[in-house]
């Protein structure tokens, strides 16, 4: 049984940190291409970042860049995000995304999501 399951989201202060894992189970994670997607109130769902395989290649949104760092621990089948200097247009529900097995992609799960809410 597939699981894809997002934890570390909460209420912080804008120039502050959070760190989201996103823990799988059910599939060969070191052979997927791991992300992480955001969706705001009313808004469309959005990429923030993403990892290859082997963490070979990182991507960001512009609007993450420099802030968040994407990384993966293939030995824990758990992937993180590393927010740092949060603003409040950050604030979003925060999805895992997986897509493999390498190089096909022709699975992908989704993770039900982790509320990050950047506020004083």
């Known amino acids: 049984q597939v699981q894809v399951v997002e934890s570390g989201g909460g209420l912080v202060q804008p120039g502050g940190s959070l760190r989201l894992s996103c823990e799988a189970s059910?599939?060969?994670?070191?052979?997927?291409?791991m992300s992480w997607y955001r969706q705001a109130y009313g808004k469309e769902r959005e990429l923030v970042a993403r990892i290859l395989i082997n963490g070979d290649s990182t991507n960001y949104a512009d609007s993450v860049k420099g802030r968040f760092t994407i990384s993966r621990d293939d030995a824990k089948n758990t992937m993180y995000l590393q927010m740092n200097n949060l603003k409040p247009e950050d604030t979003a529900v925060y999805f895992c995304?997986?897509?493999?097995?390498?190089?096909?992609?022709?699975?992908?799960?989704w993770g039900q999501g982790t509320r990050v809410t950047v506020s004083s």
């Open positions: 995304y997986a897509a493999g097995p390498s190089p096909w992609a022709t699975l992908t799960y």
């Open positions: 059910g599939f060969t994670f070191s052979r997927y291409t």
